[in-house]
T-cell receptor, first 110, second 112 residues
Framework: GIQVEQSPPDLILQEGANSTLRCNFS?????LQWFHQNPWGQLINLFY?????KQNGRLSATTVATERYSLLYISSSQTTDSGVYFC????????????WGLGTSLAVNP | NAGVTQTPKFQVLKTGQSMTLQCAQD?????MSWYRQDPGMGLRLIHY???????DQGEVPNGYNVSRSTTEDFPLRLLSAAPSQTSVYFC???????????FGSGTQLSVL
């Protein structure tokens, strides 16, 4: 089945810094999503982005399906950005189940 | 809209007890799923459903049962709780295969 790898596993930033999180995958995808799990455990859907680029405030995401990766950009980070960021995806061969990466744990210090 | 609602938020069980985790969504989503999250292991799919009356197994189905009698509800049953089932459980739903996934707030379960 399709494999997902996220990097880096851990990241520590000072408030105001920018960062790029990466999600690599081993096969073509027709569904790719980014999630943020805050320190209280809540999982929030950030982007549905099987291809192309989207932006939402200080966050943006780009998926290059032909190169089999997706990037999540966080600009001017804030302490509220802390938590774990997951990517999850599926392909046309098995689109009933999402395959999850292990996440990037981000800590933003004031 | 309430979105995806899970109850209870916390539960402590003794080994061998049974219980049902409730999940309801008010978005008329066809797809619903249950995940468990353990430290260092990310999210693992337990069971999922693509519509009322249709359920299937995920990665870690043993020890859990589900049913989907209505579009809105997707309860998860622990038949005989074991300490290995201590985890945080999340219910999620989406309107179709290639749509955004929305999560409930989670249930923290401890089995002693």
């Amino acid at each position: 089945g399709i494999q997902v790898e996220q990097s880096p596993p851990d990241l520590i930033l000072q408030e105001g810094a920018n960062s790029t999180l990466r999600c690599n995958f081993s096969d073509s995808v027709n569904n790719l999503q980014w999630f943020h799990q805050n320190p209280w455990g809540q999982l929030i859907n950030l982007f549905y982005i099987p291809s192309g680029t989207k932006q939402n405030g200080r966050l943006s995401a780009t998926t290059v399906a032909t190169e089999r990766y997706s990037l999540l950009y966080i600009s001017s980070s804030q302490t509220t950005d802390s938590g774990v960021y997951f990517c999850a995806l599926s392909n046309a061969g098995n689109n009933r189940k999402l395959i999850w990466g292990l996440g990037t744990s981000l800590a933003v210090n004031p | 809209n309430a979105g995806v609602t899970q109850t209870p938020k916390f539960q402590v069980l003794k080994t061998g007890q049974s219980m049902t985790l409730q999940c309801a969504q008010d978005m008329n989503h066809e797809y619903m799923s249950w995940y468990r999250q353990d430290p260092g292991m990310g999210l693992r799919l337990i069971h999922y459903s693509v519509g009322a009356g249709i359920t299937d197994q995920g990665e870690v189905p043993n020890g859990y049962n589900v049913s989907r009698s209505t579009t809105e509800d997707f309860p998860l049953r622990l038949l005989s709780a074991a300490p290995s089932q201590t985890s945080v459980y999340f219910c999620a739903s989406r309107s179709g295969a290639n749509e955004k996934l929305f999560f409930g707030s989670g249930t923290q379960l401890s089995v002693l």
